[in-house]
């Protein structure tokens, strides 16, 4: 597959990496100042770069034809341009908030869990995500991924940062050095707590995922999650 990286920082640089040794061939970069190579021989492109540049790199690829996975978060209010855009091109989209296959499984048993602990309101929902102080974006997309899995199976209405209210999910973003990405969701009441946690040792599994789904991608038309590429419900 010959891959074009619309963003060339950590991610990018993680996937060129595996790519290169799973035979894959990068034909174009692009990173804030730069572009090297041609778009237009590439098969799929893979954007990881950053809120504000997002939807410029996806447009692009949709209004170019090439099939585009985009990891990148703090984008979405707009998504639904995306969407449009794809509709009106017959173009080829995932986004997912994380490509790991560990926090899709993570997702299933966030909901599964918040299934079972709606019909016990004394328990108090908490997410808390921790990454790296680099970092642009607060909360993180997993948190508010994980928070609207809740709100789908709960009484709960929405999602704040740092919020509180009985009808708020509260999420909780600390920034430290080097941390991965780590996720957990804590239901707590007096007598007792029950948590899920997802910790990432590294990038690779973000990397990986987004690989996948990039191959996935390639000779399909229409907007697609990391569920449809894993094939979960
Ligand atoms: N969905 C998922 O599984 C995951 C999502 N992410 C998300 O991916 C994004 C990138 O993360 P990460 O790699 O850690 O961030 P980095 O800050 O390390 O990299 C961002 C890159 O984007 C580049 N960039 C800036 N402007 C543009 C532009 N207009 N076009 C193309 N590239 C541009 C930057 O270039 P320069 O250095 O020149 O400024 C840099 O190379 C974040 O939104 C993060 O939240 C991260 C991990 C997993
Ligand atoms: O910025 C990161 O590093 C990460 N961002 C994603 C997010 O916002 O959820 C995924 C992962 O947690 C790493």
């Not at 640089?13 to 778009?39: C, P, Q, S």
């Not at 237009?40 to 690829?61: G, H, Q």
């Not at 173009?91 to 299933?108: K, P, T």
């Amino acid at each position: 597959m010959k891959l074009a990286l619309l963003g060339y920082g950590k991610m990018g640089k993680t996937i060129e990496r595996l790519a290169v040794e799973a035979g894959h061939e990068v034909v174009f970069i692009k990173d804030r100042a730069n572009e090297r190579g041609d778009l237009a021989e590439a098969d799929v492109a893979i954007d990881f770069s950053t809120p504000e540049a997002a939807i410029e790199n996806i447009s692009r690829c949709i209004m170019d034809g090439i099939p585009i996975v985009s990891g990148t978060t703090g984008w979405l209010k707009d998504y639904d341009k995306v969407l449009n855009l794809c509709e009106e091109r017959n173009g080829s989209f995932i986004y997912a908030s994380n490509f790991s296959i560990g926090v899709n499984l993570f997702f299933g048993l966030n909901e599964y869990l918040a299934k079972q602990m709606s019909s016990w309101p004394m328990y108090d929902i908490n997410i808390e995500e921790i990454h790296h102080t680099e970092k642009k974006d607060a909360p993180s997309g997993t948190a508010i991924s994980l928070a609207e899995g809740i709100i789908k199976n709960t009484a709960k209405e929405a999602w704040q940062l740092d919020g509180q209210g009985d009808a708020v999910v509260p999420i909780h973003a600390k920034r430290e050095e080097d941390v991965k990405g780590t996720h957990e969701i804590t239901y707590s009441s007096e007598i007792d707590t029950i948590s899920i946690k997802h910790e990432a040792h590294s990038r690779d599994g973000f990397a990986k995922g987004a690989i996948l789904a990039a191959q996935w991608l390639q000779n399909k038309k229409g907007v697609f999650g990391m569920k449809d590429v894993l094939g979960i419900e």
